[in-house]
């Protein structure tokens, strides 16, 4: 095979063989590609004649890629270093294959070499380019997928993905494209006719469709200057162009077509040139191609995942166009043209069964409702009352598993998503972009939204409808969310009131006539959204709560439905306080009757209601019903104060040190289970009642006795974590009773709020063991203390931090603080310490002295500790599963931890990193003037916050910003050693997230402001300067002049030359983007500038009314 070729062309053709063989050795591969890449690193004539040798090998589609790869090379690397002869024999050799026609296999390739001659000569060297390239665009359609792939390169390179370095090549290509662009298009519109319809035919119109979508959204359109028509001509001829194609399947045409539609939808109105949107698409046929193909894809899109792609492709380009049209649109006398169809084509998306695809299409109606004409159209109207038809049914939650008979939602949500997270991710974005929709929809549909609460809400729970259990949640949703949102507008007119009024009765009476409790809850669920209609009709309410007496005391301790009767009457406590001042007596009497009927749980959330109350009685009464609610309380937690002096009474009190129960169920009767159900009870009453009461309340007093109990019992739980405590527990537990749970741990993943109700409960993966129900109890329990604590400072501080012990209590919440896992500590960051320590009144601030020291000292060590973990991790090999938790914790811990410092130090802080730098954030508050003034913590809180700059974690590094700003400019440093060290650990994380364009800005501001403030005393900050990688001492000079010259207020520098500065002097420190960092450099050939018009300079001295035509034209 090899026979009669030159040695050095044998031996690269044997080794692209080899490279491709499966049967051999890595050690040939290796071998093969050492070779190949000798011949790129070697002289550029062999690398020349081998590349066209490759070429020439017509037969091995493989050997021509490489080939054409190996010419790119040639021209991208050795360019400049070619005479003159041998350019244009290359050129001419290349252009030479262009006009014979590529196989398809290889047009990628040779349109490469082409464009990289275009980035070295393109446009002074080769003018006549386009003429060049239109001639070989027409000897076939071969030729013309080559050509319009060039075009799609150079824009790409230059236009879209700026690969080419800024300078004056690329100045010189950009404004080469903005000429030459709108020919190559008026090119591409005429050729794209000529394509055939089948397959060879389809794929050349995709590459020419490929290269019309790179450039519709930002070319010129005006480039006839005698034809101010010219823009709008040129959109609707490529609309025209574009849309019959809309129906051609070969090659995925029509998703191309539709994705260039929206490229063009997406553009602004150009009013240089004319050319509008609206007028381009908003005519008969293109929209009524649109609405046809958008029906047959929904019909085809089940049995084929292209149909359905391309249908996906058709809403964004809906969307794109209900955007655009919702911002231009503002004739008031007339609507879009042809309005109707376009309304039609989605709402046809909107009934699909896909969950994506009825986002996409309440996005239209969405956008289309900010515009204040258009929402007056009746078409538009009419096309929203069509979508809320739909709605009770799209806020369902499917059921996609095997066993679903909703085949259809199973097959759409298999092509849609890769895991059941994913899908209910979606389900969550629908739903939350429903809501606000409905809302909009009040003002104008609400008689319509009533009758569908009506007909699929009221009228089948009252006709004893067959409702299966999936449709209950989003009946009541729907029905909760339309009516509570229109009673808190105050949209019902007395009618609709009074029907509604009308329907809760029947529904009540409907639940008093019925002995199944399920039905009875599902009912209750619905009627849950109409307790607003007591407003008008007070004296209905008694029926109501006698109702839910009886449930309470007759459903024999049905769990869901006493769980809501406790809620309806909890709510409409609060929402009727005026009601229940007098009606005090009959709740009581409910909340007593109840008693023995309902579980221990359940009784622990009724005397809740009793707490709600108390807000809204007078004093002696309130007294009486605190009483009533906490009084066992008290009393337990008094009976039990010898059992949490320690861990191991701890353990004893709830039997971790006997054999654990092997069913649970048959466990209930033992005493340790029965403790472990009192305590977690009556911690459940005591954190109910805090939630309830009002800060005037008198409950703090009522507690007095017990608060240390709760701070003892928040150090047994640290204690669980000592060494050799799991020698005390029984071996059945298992170990580690104290870790984290499942649900803890997806927590951690999912700390940013994404995917919070999909995660909701316990997994189905966690077995029911003993030690899954220990880790749980010890979880409720540190939540249950963690909420008390945190709910006792912040409504009674002046109870709580006047209390005689307060300190040693305080000092309990970090004991055992280094066996404390990081998992925990997160929760009491967030929940607790910040509460304890933000609440203080400031008269008590030395109360929490030791409390912060402690927290900033030990947080400082293990973050520091713990990111040097996570930066050790190999991420070469496979991380394993551990690893990456601990790196999400470590992140997670991390945001908290900043955000506690900001919220001590910060004056009106939030968690959210303001930036805007007209308002002054970076100013101490009371507390952190005071923490300060007194440097309580302060060495940990200014390292910490300085070392945050560094960590690998964007967010924690956008708020730490501006707490480092405020240690800079409140504190009277004067050592050198400080200095030296902000201003290295800021440098240090310009380095690591410098290429970070929303983070250099203000890191960059922090330099400045560092070197500005310590300069004034510090003769060694130009030493640090020095250390930034291939910087110039002129560079240092010129920055240290020029802070000094600000500093004796010699000069001023205003915010844009600072800028500027800045980046000059700390561009070399920024890494380069992965995607640079091994890319490996090359030049372009230098070339004289383009030929551009000069300005015209206006002479001030002459009148613009009377300009003397022959000054112009004076020589």
């Known amino acids: 095979m090899t026979d009669g070729i030159a040695p050095v062309e044998r031996v690269i053709l044997e080794a692209i063989q080899r490279v491709v063989d499966p049967n051999a050795t890595n050690q040939q591969r290796l071998a093969a590609y050492h070779a190949i890449e000798q011949l790129r690193e070697g002289p550029a004539d062999v690398l020349a004649r081998v590349g066209f040798f490759l070429v020439d090998q017509t037969t091995n589609s493989i050997a021509q890629h490489n080939g054409w790869n190996l010419i790119n090379d040639l021209i991208r690397y050795k360019w400049l270093s070619m005479n003159t002869d041998m350019r244009l024999e290359i050129r001419n050799r290349v252009l030479r294959a262009a006009e014979i026609g590529p196989n398809p296999s290889i047009i990628e390739q040779l349109a490469g070499c082409i464009e990289t001659m275009m980035e070295h000569e393109w446009p002074q060297n080769w003018p006549s380019l386009t003429e060049d390239l239109e001639k070989v665009s027409c000897l076939g359609l071969s030729q013309t997928a080559l050509v319009y792939t060039v075009f799609r390169r150079i824009v790409e390179n230059v236009v879209t993905l700026c690969r080419l370095s800024v300078g004056a090549r690329k100045k010189d290509l950009s404004t080469a494209l903005t000429i030459e662009v709108p020919k190559w298009v008026c090119m591409a519109i005429h050729r794209l006719q000529a394509c055939s319809s089948d397959d060879f035919g389809a794929s050349c119109a995709v590459r020419i469709i490929d290269f019309l979508t790179e450039c519709v959204e930002w070319m010129p359109l005006k480039f006839d200057k005698e034809d101010d028509q010219s823009g709008a001509q040129l959109l609707i001829a490529l609309v025209d162009a574009l849309y019959p194609h809309l129906a051609t399947a070969a090659a995925s045409l029509y998703e191309h077509v539709a994705n260039c539609l929206t490229g063009i939808a997406a553009r602004k109105r150009d009013k240089k040139s004319g050319g509008s949107v609206i007028e381009a698409f908003f005519r008969q046929a293109p929209l009524e191609t649109i609405l ?3 029906s047959l894809a929904a019909e085809e899109a089940h049995a084929s995942k292209q149909h359905y792609s391309y249908l996906k492709a058709l809403a964004v380009l809906l969307i794109t166009l209900g955007n655009n049209l919702s911002q231009e649109w503002t004739r008031k006398d007339e609507k879009p043209p042809f309005f109707d169809i376009y309304l039609s084509a989605a709402v046809a998306l909107f009934y699909h069964p896909s969950m994506i695809l009825k986002y996409e299409s309440l996005e239209v109606f969405v956008m289309l409702k900010n515009n204040a004409i258009l929402t007056d159209d009746p078409a538009f109207n009419e096309a929203i009352e069509k979508i809320l038809v739909h709605m009770p049914d799209a806020m369902q939650r499917r059921d996609v598993s095997s066993r679903s008979e909703d085949a259809v939602y199973r097959h759409f949500s298999q092509m849609d998503f890769d895991s059941e997270m994913e899908r209910q991710e979606q389900f969550i974005k629908l739903r939350t972009r429903i809501q606000p929709f409905v809302t909009a929809c009040i003002p104008k549909h609400l008689t319509r939204l009533l009758s569908l609460v009506d007909e699929f809400v009221f009228q089948r729970t009252l006709n004893n409808a067959e409702i299966v259990p999936q449709e209950w949640e989003p009946m009541q949703k729907f029905a909760k969310f339309v009516l509570q949102t229109a009673a808190d507008k105050g949209a019902f007119n007395d009618d609709q009131f009074e029907a509604l009024f009308m329907v809760s009765e029947r529904l009540v009476d409907l639940m008093y ?39 309470l005391s007759e459903s024999g301790g049905h769990k869901l439905l006493n769980r809501h009767c406790i809620s309806q009457i909890l709510r409409l406590v609060n929402i009727y306080p005026k009601y229940f001042e007098s009606k005090c007596d009959l709740i009581v009497k409910i909340c007593a009757s109840v008693e023995d009927k309902i579980s221990a749980m359940q009784m622990a959330q009724l005397v809740q209601i009793l707490a709600a109350l108390s807000n809204i009685v007078p004093m002696s009464q309130k007294c009486q019903l605190l009483e009533m609610a906490v009084t066992p309380c008290v009393s337990y937690f008094q009976g039990i104060t010898d059992h949490l002096q320690s861990a191991q009474t701890f353990i004893w009190m709830n039997g971790f040190d006997v054999e654990a129960p092997t069913v649970f169920d048959e466990g209930d009767n033992r005493p340790d289970i029965q403790r472990r159900k009192e305590l977690r009870r009556h911690l459940t009453t005591i954190e109910g009642v805090l939630q309830q009461v009002n800060s005037e309340s008198p409950l703090g007093n009522a507690l007095v006795s017990i608060i240390p109990l709760f701070f003892q019992m928040a150090r047994v739980l640290h204690d669980l974590y000592s060494d050799g405590l799991d020698q005390r527990v029984h071996s059945s537990y298992g170990t580690d009773i104290a870790g984290i749970t499942h649900a803890e741990r997806q927590l951690i993943y999912c700390s940013n709020g994404e995917n919070m109700e999909a995660l909701t409960g316990r997994s189905i993966e966690e077995k029911r063991e ?89 947080l400082q060590q293990r973050l520091d500790d713990i990111w040097k973990e996570v930066c050790s991790i190999d991420y070469d090999a496979e991380p394993t599963e551990e690893e990456l938790f601990n790196e999400h914790l470590c992140a997670v811990l991390s945001r908290e931890y900043v955000n506690f410092l900001r919220i001590c130090y910060l004056a009106n802080s939030t968690e959210v990193c303001i930036t805007d730098e007209k308002k002054p954030q970076h100013m101490p508050g009371e507390l952190g003037k005071w923490l300060i003034e007194h440097e309580i913590g302060l060495t940990s809180a200014v390292k910490s916050s300085f070392n945050a700059l560094s960590w690998r974690d964007t967010q924690c590094v956008a708020k730490a910003i501006t707490l480092c700003r ?71 000079e010129t920055f240290d002049n020029k802070i000094k010259e600000m500093i004796t207020g010699n000069v001023a520098v205003s915010e844009k030359e600072k800028k500027t500065l800045m980046k000059h002097l700390l561009q070399p420190l920024v890494e380069p983007l992965l995607s640079e960092q091994h890319k490996r450099p090359f030049t372009l050939r230098e070339l004289p500038p383009l030929y551009r018009k000069p300005k015209i300079a206006k002479d001030p001295s002459l009148n613009n009314d009377d300009i003397d035509v022959s000054v112009l034209f004076s020589g």
């Open 292 to 294: 046809r193909t958008t």
């Open 513 to 551: 006539g019925s002995s199944d409790w399920n039905r009875i809850s599902e009912v209750m669920s619905v009627h849950s959204a109409m307790i607003f209609v007591y407003e008008r009709h007070p004296e209905s309410m008694e029926k109501y709560l006698q109702l839910l007496h009886r449930c």
């Open 770 to 858: 003993p030690n899954t129900f220990a880790k749980q109890f010890i979880n409720d329990l540190n939540d249950h203390i963690l909420s008390i604590i945190s709910l006792l400072s912040s409504k009674f501080p002046s109870t709580l931090f006047n209390l005689p012990q307060i300190v040693s209590l305080l000092e309990m919440t970090t004991w055992n603080l280094n066996k404390i896992p990081s998992f925990r500590l997160r929760f009491w960051i967030k929940k607790t310490w910040k509460s304890l320590i933000t609440n203080c009144p400031s008269n008590r601030f030395e109360c929490i002295t030791n409390l912060f020291s402690t927290v900033v000292e030990h």
């Open 966 to 1036: 405020m240690f800079i400019e409140t504190i009277p440093w004067t050592s050198d050693e400080v200095a030296v060290y902000m201003l290295m650990s800021v440098l240090s994380s310009i380095q690591i997230h410098g290429a970070d364009p929303a983070l250099f800005a203000p890191l960059s501001s922090l330099v400045f402001q560092t070197y500005f403030v310590f300069r004034k005393f510090c003769n060694v900050l130009t030493e640090v300067l020095a250390q930034i990688p291939n910087i110039s001492r002129q560079s240092i």
